[in-house]
C-alpha cells in the first residue's frame, strides 16, 4: 500500500484510503487473473509471457505519439470491476 500512497495520479485530489484499498483491489484482481491463466494453460501462458518480454526489451520505435496505451496507473484497472 506504500507504493499505492506514493503513485501519482493525473488528479490532483489527495488520495483517501479507500482510493488505495480500490487501487490495491485492483492489481490483486489483475495478478489473480494472470495466475488463473498460467494455471489454466502453462505453456501459452509461458509464450505469451516471452512474447512481452520480447517486446517491452526492444528499443521503443521514434513517435511523437506519447506514452504507449498499455502504460499507465492502476486507475485504469477500476473500470474493469
Known sequence: LGRMVQLHLKSDKPQ???LILHQAVAVILSLEQQVRERNLNPKAACLK????EKVSSEPPPLS?????PGM??????MGQM
Open 72 to 77: 499507465g496507473d492502476a486507475s485504469n484497472h
Open 64 to 68: 511523437l505519439a506519447g506514452p504507449h
Open 16 to 18: 483517501t484510503k479507500l
Open 49 to 52: 509471457r516471452r512474447e512481452e
